[in-house]
């Protein structure tokens, strides 16, 4: 009696879940994980895969949950699941995370092994699985050591220390890169290696950065990169801020002992014209097509470690610039400093109490917004800036959406207009909601949507502009974007050893159109550049051409 009384009391328990349709359990399950509720989803999801077994999603879910309570076995089950019906992300942490809640050691290490080079392995970076305090116990297996960048035992040994960051360089980029030898076969890539290994007893350290910086641009794509501000090295950099402009480049920002330089455009660097500092100081920049220099050479230039180890200078600590500032030639000695003492920059604009230009307005170390519009009244110009491919937990970017979907609804809009040309990237999935919005029947007319693209469309917003091109009427307008229509990206960051240099190694394949579609950038229809004379007198021309479009 007493246990039919029990199952009477369970089946009651679980009767709402029966009860219910597939449809209903799959929303429920879904807002539930969404709403970062996993816990709560469990039941749903273990009815969905009851009925539908080969779902991956489901188990890698259902994993999650296990892993998280502390049931291993249910839990490896699972994320075996997963894998067996093709989805890997973050599922190899977890199943050597579990096998060591279990004490199988040998298990934990054959997947902590493939979590190192796995494509997208989420959160969990590979140095930091490694010294996960979970795996404290295979610290004196030979196989885990393995997994770990080499020793340094002797710290007075620079030649050998290089040595082993050059070999653990290129190891960790092989193992993780998503495909080393696309444009670097594997015979010039271990050539390059060794080369630079044999010059390195030659060089000083800048030199030795300079050239790990080339080797890493080598491998051709812009998320493969060295931040070389990361790292155990002493470094310097200037006290200004460059940008280059379709007319030449320009200091835009300046430490306070400098600002009478803000507006200058620079003409020669220690005697050499500027196109061959560009072209020189381009070879340390990973890009994914030649608008990437533009976008990335003000970065690379103030970092005197390089601009010394490139031959640009016989120190790191000053360089001397003849530039052109309102038509008088000048001449000036710029120290560097160290990059802890370089303070706030005065900006341009704020020196000379300029307006900024509309696309700058909101984009700037003052006042930056990941989105936000403007209704321009006088030609009803909707205009929508999104300056990173973010969520933001005051404003999430769906919310904003929907608000700018509202907007569409009942304003008289004459043109729409979406600006990326800020839009280095951010997260792809998020693109679904921006696309909804850009698909609006009142605005996806040709002539009537226009987006804005430029040098800085990058990674996850160069991904919108494709998807954007497959699937709206709209005109692009601007500059050609930094990368591809199909590219290899994110970052997977890992660090050498002795310099402490952390490098990104790009290990997935980013592809929304045919595989046919071999472009170096999605080129605009209206091709309008943005000069200094635009950016000094708050002028945005692309804004211009819109407008002078719509008043006609």
Not at 24 to 44: H, I, N, Q, R, W
Not at 436 to 453: A, E
Not at 486 to 501: A, R
């Amino acid at each position: 009696m007493k246990r039919i009384s029990i199952l009477i009391v369970a089946l009651i328990s679980t009767w709402p879940l029966f009860s219910q349709s597939k449809i209903d359990m799959y929303l429920k399950a879904d807002s539930l994980l969404s709403t970062d509720k996993p816990e709560a989803a469990e039941e749903y999801l273990i009815q969905l895969i009851r009925d539908n077994p080969h779902n991956e999603g489901y188990h890698y879910s259902l994993g999650e949950i296990y892993y998280n309570k502390g049931e291993f076995r249910n839990s490896i089950v699972h994320f075996k699941k997963a894998q067996e019906f093709g989805l890997e992300y973050r599922s190899n942490y977890f199943l050597a995370y579990n096998y060591m809640g279990i004490n199988k050691p040998d298990s934990a290490i054959y997947y902590l092994t493939k979590h190192v080079v796995t494509p997208m392995n989420g959160n969990f970076l590979c140095e930091e699985a490694l010294y996960d305090t979970i795996f404290q116990g295979l610290h004196n297996l030979p196989e885990y050591i393995k997994l770990l960048p080499p020793e340094i035992i002797d710290s007075l040994n620079v030649t050998e220390n290089w040595i082993k960051d050059i070999e653990y360089l290129s190891l960790m980029l092989k193992n993780t890169h998503y495909d080393p030898f696309c444009k670097l076969n594997e015979s010039d890539w271990d050539n390059a290696i060794e080369e630079l290994k044999q010059d390195v007893q030659f060089l000083n350290n800048d030199q030795i950065l300079v050239r790990i910086h080339q080797f890493v641009a080598m491998i051709g794509d812009g998320h493969t990169s060295v931040y070389s501000m990361k790292s155990n090295l002493p470094e310097k950099v200037l006290p200004i801020l460059t940008q280059v402009f379709s007319d030449g480049c320009y200091i835009v920002g300046a430490m306070d002992s400098y600002k009478e330089l803000l507006g200058a455009k620079i003409i020669t660097v220690n005697g050499l014209d500027f196109e061959s500092v560009y072209n020189t100081v381009s070879s340390v920049i990973s890009v994914d097509n030649e608008m990437g220099f533009k976008n990335l050479f003000g970065w690379s230039f103030i970092r005197m470690n390089l601009v010394h180890g490139l031959g640009l200078s016989k120190s790191r600590d000053s360089l001397e610039i003849t530039y052109l500032l309102d038509s008088v030639e000048g001449k000036k000695t710029i120290q560097s400093v160290k990059t802890g003492e370089r303070s706030e920059l005065v900006r341009y604009h704020a020196h000379y109490e300029k307006e900024y230009p509309l696309f700058l307005k909101n984009y700037h170390r003052g006042n930056r917004k990941s989105y936000w519009y403007k209704y321009i009244t006088d030609e009803n110009i909707l205009y929508v800036q999104i300056n990173g491919i973010t969520s933001l937990k005051d404003n999430p970017l769906p919310v904003f959406c929907d608000s700018i979907n509202l907007l569409i609804d009942s304003l008289d809009i004459s043109t729409f207009v979406l600006d990326i040309r800020n839009n280095s990237g951010g997260n792809t999935d998020l693109n679904k909601h921006i696309l909804r919005v850009m698909l609006s029947d009142k605005i996806n007319i040709k002539g009537k949507s226009f987006t804005v693209i430029g040098y800085k469309t990058f990674s996850a917003a160069q991904n919108l502009t494709t998807i954007i091109e497959n699937y709206t009427e709209t005109i692009f307008i601007g500059e050609r974007t930094a990368s591809k229509p199909h590219f290899i990206g994110e970052t997977n960051p890992f660090t050498l050893p002795y310099s402490g240099l952390m490098v990104g190694s790009s290990n997935v394949f980013h592809q929304r159109g045919y595989s046919t579609d071999t472009r170096k950038w999605v080129a605009p229809d209206i091709l309008v550049e943005f000069n200094f004379e635009h950016f000094k007198n708050g002028i945005d021309p692309v804004i211009e051409e819109i407008i002078n479009f719509a008043n006609k």
